[in-house]
T-cell receptor
Framework: GQNIDQPTEMTATEGAIVQINCTYQ??????LFWYQQHAGEAPTFLSY????GLEEKGRFSSFLSRSKGYSYLLLKELQMKDSASYLC?????????????FGGGTRVLVKP | GAVVSQHPSRVICKSGTSVKIECRSL??????MFWYRQFPKQSLMLMAT?????????EQGVEKDKFLINHASLTLSTLTVTSAHPEDSSFYIC??????????????FGPGTRLTVL
């Protein structure tokens, strides 16, 4: 099975930086995804890591350490519209269809 | 990015009726689609993996006779909630798996269907 842990909630100020951590345990790791989900909407793809290191995409960056079973999503220059849930998901190569298993999500609240 | 649609976006039905939800990948072919359910303030729970031309693979605890999945073409999968009850009220989300460069796969999600069973 897989265990994926991420904090439940985080609060940050507009313009600041927030780091959302995700730890996982899986037997057949084959990639880690971060998704953003606004209330009442479906998740949207943010980033994908399969090798160790940092992937940067504009204000969002994602880091992976496979040996530590650890990833983080870094949100810089926070904007009010970044208030959402952020979902960490791990792909298991041994699972049918290469399915994803999602963490519980981290609700980020950006305050003025 | 890839576009996945779902229909309907919202449905309200009486207890005991059946509801069909369609999921379409609009700009790519998807041999594999996934169906998730999400209760308020909870994460996505995978219900089943839908494979084009073959039977769906259901997760443990999901009744295959209650949640019928049909993946008739490379762009369409349907989920039918049979004999719906109030506890089936939830947000149902599909995703389509798209193969990218270097063999990587990414799931793209539909906008979701909010089902309310009275």
């Amino acid at each position: 099975g897989q265990n994926i842990d991420q904090p439940t909630e985080m609060t940050a100020t507009e313009g600041a930086i927030v780091q959302i951590n995700c730890t996982y345990q899986t037997s057949g790791f084959n990639g880690l995804f971060w998704y953003q989900q606004h209330a009442g909407e479906a998740p949207t793809f943010l980033s994908y890591n399969v090798l160790d290191g940092l992937e940067e995409k504009g204000r969002f960056s994602s880091f992976l350490s496979r040996s530590k079973g650890y990833s983080y999503l870094l949100l810089k220059e926070l904007q009010m519209k970044d208030s959402a849930s952020y979902l960490c998901a791990v792909r298991d190569e041994r699972a049918a269809g290469n399915k994803l298993t999602f963490g519980g999500g981290t609700r980020v609240l950006v305050k003025p | 990015g890839a576009v996945v649609s779902q229909h309907p976006s919202r449905v309200i039905c009486k207890s005991g009726t059946s509801v069909k939800i369609e999921c379409r990948s609009l700009d790519f072919q998807a041999t594999t689609m996934f169906w998730y359910r999400q209760f308020p303030k909870q994460s996505l729970m995978l219900m089943a993996t839908s494979n084009e031309g073959s039977k769906a693979t259901y997760e443990q605890g999901v009744e295959k006779d209650k949640f019928l999945i049909n993946h008739a073409s490379l762009t369409l999968s349907t989920l039918t909630v049979t004999s719906a009850h109030p506890e089936d009220s939830s947000f149902y989300i599909c995703s389509s798996k798209r193969r990218g460069r270097f063999g990587t796969d990414t799931q793209y999600f539909g906008p979701g269907t909010r089902l309310t069973v009275l």
